[in-house]
């Protein structure tokens, strides 16, 4: 089975499910297996119970860690949801001394088929959120979501949710789209009081 429990760059990611409803250009799942000291992180059919994710948890040792733990992976985590969240609370018993961080599409509203913002946000101390264009035509030519011209107004309207709670929220893109692209994403999260980060794409 693919591993649940992974490090890369000396910080801790939990990778629980490989379902996904975009097909991002630049997505790393692209370019291989496996990311940092991960055998693989292609699950063989099925997403982790959360039985599963706890037993990875109960044998990781989280000895001195005391940064963040990002649920990231080879898929989308809100597409995990109850196991998400269950697994944030678990995580606050096992390892209280971290910081617990969702890197997400924003697209779980629509996963989910209802609001989900309170609920992250009481669960995690960070939810960043892939932006990665600044319009919804530029966003579906990019990440392909399977929700079409939804997409983009579910992401921004996930955001702006969000901070309405005790968390931190960020914004982030690849960069791959043009510097006028990144400008405009710039301005759209300045707009909306949100920062942004914008991450060097690597082929790696
Ligand atoms: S949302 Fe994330 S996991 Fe899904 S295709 Fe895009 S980059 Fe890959």
Redesign the pocket.
Known sequence: MANIVYTFEDQIYLNITNA?????E????NNGDSVGDADTLWFEGHSPSFDEIKAEIDAFDFGGYTGEIIFCG???PTCAYDNLLKTADYLREKAPQCRLRVNT?GLSDLLNKKPTAKEICEAMDTVSI?LNAPTSEKYEAL?HPVFKDKAFPAILKFAEECKQYDVAVKFSLVNVISKEDIKECQKLSDKMGIPLRVREYTAD
């Open positions: 996904c409803p975009c097909k991002c630049f997505c790393i799942r080879y898929g989308e599409n892939s990440c």
